[in-house]
């Protein structure tokens, strides 16, 4: 989530408005890199491929990324099919999110985010944006209120790549202190870089720096999903279960249709029992009560 390169001056963090984050349209041509650019980012490419299997890979290769697109946040990930993410590498998480994002995000708030559930689904290798993979209502649901915005962040981006079966790091990305978004050169930029960083990725993190695959299932893990999938259980049909938990990932009514394979009108439905079964009007109390009861 350092280099040759000054970091961005700290800003004040500031709480941006719940919207759908998108490219600011002022700048949707390719950048022109300059040959100093150019000279700078083989430089630290050329300092992370020697720390490749040594320690300090990690900071030489975000290094490298910022010579072309400076980020202010970058989390590495291990993700594991049969265990929690496990945070491997940090930097730039403003002080009022660290709680957040290494406490509640990897102790039980993993189980709603997209990218999660995506590399849960088999996405594949590569550079993924955030809006790519979200749900439809994802960047208006109450989880990327509490997890993304008070966290002092608009959207990730994050380069994926393959260990061993079952195994996979993920580089995310991230404007953690302005909570400005990506624009698209930069994202265009971020995705050309994608074969050198899986790359240099896959010579490290295969041999080093990542914990050996545990074929055994983490019973916590376990517990976690098999309750995200029980919840309302006790007072919720079958569909109306599956409904609550596409509302607590971020679907609108239409992609939750499509989804289950019903009509927008039969979801609003099966919502509107919901909420009366719960007693609540809106997605955010929903995921109020869903995080008090997972809680327990």
């Known amino acids: 989530m350092g280099g040759a390169r000054a970091p961005r001056a700290p800003a004040p963090p500031r709480r941006p408005t719940i919207a759908t ?100 689904q088999g996405l594949g290798e590569g550079f993924h944006h955030l809006a790519e993979i979200a749900p439809d209502d994802f960047f208006r649901s109450e989880y990327y209120r509490v997890y993304y915005l008070e966290a002092g962040s608009v959207e990730d981006c994050y380069f994926l790549l393959d260990l061993a079966p079952g195994q996979r790091i993920s580089i995310c990305l991230y404007h953690g202190l302005s909570a400005a978004p990506f624009t698209q050169p930069e994202l265009d ?13 896959h010579h490290h993190w295969q041999t080093a720096d990542t914990p050996p695959a545990d074929a055994s299932p983490n019973p916590l893990t376990d517990r976690l999903r098999g309750a995200f999938q029980r919840f309302g259980a006790e007072r919720l049909t079958e ?42 009007s809106s997605q955010a109390e929903l995921f109020s009560i869903f995080i008090d009861w997972i809680d327990r």
């Open 21 to 120: 984050p998108s490219p600011r349209t002022s700048d949707t041509s390719s950048p022109a890199l300059s040959l100093a650019a150019l000279e700078g980012w083989h430089r630290a490419l050329a300092e992370a491929h020697a720390r490749c299997r040594q320690p300090g890979f990690t900071e030489a290769l975000i290094a490298a990324i910022d010579r072309l697109v400076p980020t202010e946040s970058t989390l590495v990930i291990l993700e594991d099919a049969r265990q929690a993410p496990r945070l491997l590498y940090q930097r730039g998480i403003p002080p009022e999110g660290r709680d957040r994002i290494l406490g509640r995000y990897f102790s039980r708030g993993y189980l709603l985010d997209p990218f999660c559930l995506a590399v849960d």
């Open 189 to 201: 930029t971020l995705r050309a870089l994608a074969p050198m960083v899986l790359a240099l990725g």
């Open 239 to 280: 569909r109306e279960q599956q409904v609550c938990r596409l509302l607590l990932r971020g679907h609108s009514a239409k992609s939750s249709a499509r989804e289950l394979d019903i009509s927008p009108e039969t979801v609003r439905m099966h919502r509107k029992n919901l909420y009366a079964k719960f007693a609540v």
